[in-house]
């Protein structure tokens, strides 16, 4: 590409040539300036000198230079090889650049005989190609009606004009008639027409008192105003170079001397300045901001504190809590490894097992002297299913299975059932030797070890049953946290530090487990079940994974953008997933939408350490380091259209915070608008909605 090829705006990349367009010279034949430049300043005039001058300066130049004289920017150009180049050839009559080829040589792309295939060739014609044709009849037919209406003539049918429209453009335009100068479509027209978008230019602000012939007084200036403004640039003074003055009526009013200088420079700031098209959007900011219902309208919730529950001793840190599917009872695990049934009315409490005394001694009978000190249950979780009266407990190394004695008669031997084959387990449980949970697990009865457990048989329920620590399952690190299926049969327990046996999933009735990874991914933090599908969600630090247990396949990757994940909880519908972390995030995921969160909420000043859902009643809840509760409504609608409405309706308050812990745990009631809450501090509440 050869800078002749370039556009006039390319060679001056600096803008200093003259951009007046086609304004004559003359005009500036009695100023000292030739024109304006692109960033409006004036180009001055230079001199040429007298033909002595010009001869001396020809008479310097090298041989084969050649200048001219740009009268546009007042300057002399030196014209380049390239330049004088062309003029020759043009001078010549041959083309201007000499790369063109004037003769190139042909290329023949067709062979110009013609080709007559033989497919088809000896049939006959048929019938109808020797009749006249009705669509033809047809539009011959319709011609003929509009000639004979006068909507068409023999110019627009011989082809002489192709739309009548422009004939009666024309007879309008010979016409003598009286039209409107000023239409008032201009605009539309400018609008519609073809190449760059037309912008209007800005309007001038109308004129105001000081422009009256006849202002107000303190629109006329003094004699002190007046030598301020001389000393003034025009643009700095109030109304430029026009001065307020009155007259006695309007035919005094002389002629304005700057009228002609103005419309200049206003006509220049429309040529030079360039204009952008902006869209204004009138929009009310209130309308931007989602409208809240009133907490009012969105009871129930709990909102007071009702019911302390207290063991009378010296309490400790209270780490989780469970509620019984009807409601009637509440377990807790503390710092001190002692698992405490409540009664939930009357928050009299019914029993406690020691756990940590069970596994003390389990590892002392096994000749295990890594458990020296009592470990705290760190998580706890009571069987969803109605006729299964046991709990699911966490405890160093083990998961033990109690059985809670609250069952009517039929349940009483429902949960015998349930708990039969794994009261009776012998030789580590049916776990095939050749598999990987072989390594990763041990189920041990006990039945045979009653003296271990330092509680008391008798059971709760008036119609027996077993009650107590039932089967102990031994793993190979801490367990973290367990979680039972829907059903009340399978449950999965967690230890961070396993490896690819940290996530192990159990079956009560058959005594069996089974390592569901050959590998994880990151350090696994929680896992539990989808509430409808087969799906297994697992939650590292950062993402949550949800597997299809069937065709052990990952489904789908959720990602929080949170540092370290500490609850999960998955909704009754099983398509919205609640994620809390350490670091003040509460995240809704919605499974139809995206692996991205749904909303981000950051009420809590300190890290969160549960979170869930209520099971019959629009409600989430979270508690946190901070030693407050944050209860929202949560409100799942059917239709797919409609996003989730989440509302903060409620802070509880209620535990203090002991060594930067606070509020550890919470759970709401199964039937009720109720919510349990478990603390640092060892107390338990429960908040009712009054």
Not at 139 to 149: A, P, T
Not at 486 to 494: A, E, S
Not at 576 to 586: I, N, Y
Request: charged fraction near 25%; hydrophobic fraction near 35%.
């Amino acid at each position: 590409m050869h800078t002749d090829d370039l556009s006039s705006d390319d060679e001056d990349p600096t803008g200093t040539n003259n951009r007046i367009g086609r304004i004559p010279l003359h005009w500036y034949d009695d100023y000292e300036h030739i024109g304006y430049d692109a960033h409006g300043q004036k180009v001055i005039k230079s001199s040429q000198g007298d033909n002595l001058d010009r001869a001396l300066e020809e008479a310097d130049r090298e041989q084969g230079k050649f200048v001219v004289y740009d009268a546009l920017n007042a300057k002399n150009v030196e014209l380049t090889e390239r330049q004088i180049t062309l003029l020759r050839r043009m001078q010549s009559g041959a083309f201007a650049h000499p790369e063109h080829d004037a003769n190139p040589d042909y290329i023949d792309y067709y062979s110009g005989i013609p080709e007559i295939s033989g497919l088809n060739s000896n049939r006959y014609e048929k019938k109808s190609r020797f009749q006249p044709s009705a669509y033809e009849k047809l539009q011959v037919r319709r011609l003929l009606h509009r000639l004979k209406c006068g909507s068409i003539n023999m110019d627009f049918l011989e082809g002489k004009v192709r739309d009548m429209n422009d004939l009666v453009k024309r007879k309008e335009e010979d016409s003598d008639k009286p039209f409107l100068l000023w239409k008032g479509d201009e605009e539309d027209e400018l609008a519609l027409r073809k190449g760059p978008q037309h912008i209007a230019p800005p309007k001038q602000p109308p004129p105001g008192h000081a422009y009256s012939y006849n202002p107000p007084e303190e629109y006329l200036p003094s004699q002190e105003e007046l030598e301020e403004w001389a000393k003034l640039d025009p643009e700095d003074r109030p109304y430029g170079n026009f001065i307020p003055q009155k007259y006695d009526n309007l035919r005094s009013v002389g002629a304005y001397q700057d009228a002609v200088k103005e419309r200049f420079e206003r006509c220049l700031d429309l040529y030079l300045c360039p204009r952008v098209m902006k869209r204004r959007l009138n929009i009310d900011p209130e309308s931007l901001v989602p409208r809240l219902p009133r907490a009012s309208d969105l009871r129930p919730f709990p909102t007071t504190k009702c019911i302390e529950y207290r063991d009378g001793e010296e309490s400790s840190v209270v780490r989780c809590l469970s509620v019984s599917p009807d409601g009637q009872f509440l377990v807790s695990g503390g710092e001190d490894g002692v698992l405490r049934l409540w009664e939930v009315q009357t928050g009299r409490l019914v029993r406690k097992w020691d756990l940590a005394e069970v596994v003390e001694k389990m590892a002392a009978k096994e000749d295990d002297d890594t458990v020296k000190l009592k470990k705290p249950i760190t998580s706890i979780e009571w069987n969803p299913n109605r006729s299964h009266h046991c709990v699911l407990a966490g405890i160093g190394k083990c998961a033990l299975i109690i059985a809670t004695g609250t069952g009517s008669i039929d349940d009483a031997e429902v949960t015998d059932a349930l708990l039969s084959e794994a009261s009776s387990i012998k030789s580590g449980g049916n776990i095939a030797p050749e598999s990987r949970a072989a390594k990763a697990v041990k189920w041990v009865s006990l039945k045979k070890l009653n003296k271990l457990a330092s509680t008391s048989s008798i059971a709760i329920s008036a119609y027996g049953g077993t009650i107590g620590p039932v089967v102990i399952l031994q793993t190979n690190r801490d367990v973290s946290s367990v979680r039972w299926h829907r059903k009340g049969d399978y449950f999965v327990t967690v230890s961070p530090k396993a490896g690819a046996a940290a996530v192990l999933i159990h079956q009560l009735s058959k005594a069996a487990s089974q390592q569901p990874f050959g590998k994880t991914k990151g350090e696994v933090q929680l896992a539990c079940f989808h509430p409808v599908k087969p799906f297994l969600f697992v939650a590292s630090k950062e993402h949550v994974r949800v597997y299809h247990l069937v065709k052990q396949v990952m489904v789908k990757r959720l990602m929080s953008g949170c540092r370290h994940i500490s609850s999960l909880d998955v909704h009754v519908s099983g398509d919205h997933v609640v994620v809390g972390s350490l670091d003040r995030r509460l995240v809704w995921f919605d499974l139809d939408l995206a692996s991205t969160p749904y909303k981000t909420l950051k009420y809590h000043e300190r890290a969160l350490r549960s979170v869930g859902f209520h099971p019959r009643y629009p409600l989430m809840a979270s508690a946190s380091d901070d030693g407050s509760i944050h209860v929202f409504h949560s409100m799942v609608y059917s239709d797919l259209m409609r996003n989730p409405l989440i509302v903060p309706v409620k802070v509880l308050r209620g535990h203090s915070v002991v060594n930067s812990l606070g509020a550890l745990a919470m759970v709401f009631h199964p039937t009720q608008p109720w919510l349990f809450s478990a603390g640092a501090d060892g107390k338990i509440h429960l908040f009712q909605d009054l």
